[in-house]
């Protein structure tokens, strides 16, 4: 009996989706043609002010005419990742204007991520330092071993995690 009740439910609730009612004629609609024609007059509107606007993000971003792909590894070529170091060991009380001002002489820097733990909020002991050029990042790491507030800190070049490897493994 319960099953028959579920089936006219879900046949019932089918046909609501698939047929949907037809207003009746001699009752007025909700909206009439002039306020669908301005609906649609400024969807167009909103339409082409978002095409300006990735238009001028992608002219802001250098090579950025092809498509961006998906495809397992395709960060590892990301130009941001290829002038990225990894800064291991950073005192708990760093900033990312301590670390700025440690790696400067290296060269331009465009951006300092301290990583940080997302439910206690305390910093995790590393951080990723992004420079604007490779020479720059190929000097910060000869600072392998530097001193930054009382610690030695280790630099290596951003390694970045590909689809694939590691994991728990086969065979189970």
Known sequence: KRRKEKKLQIEAIM???TDPPVPDASEPTATTTDDASEDIAKLQAEIE??????AALDSKTPGSSAPSSSAPGAEASCPTDANSIYVGAVDYSCTPEDLVSHFSPCGPIERVTIQCDKFTGNPKGYAY???KTE???EMSLKMDGS??????IKVNMKRVNEFG???RGGGR
């Open 15 to 17: 046909s609501e989706i």
């Open 49 to 54: 002010r978002m095409e300006a606007e990735a």
């Open 129 to 131: 330092v992004e420079f």
């Open 135 to 137: 020479e720059a990042m």
């Open 147 to 152: 001193e930054l507030k009382g610690r030695a």
């Open 165 to 167: 490897h590691g994991g």
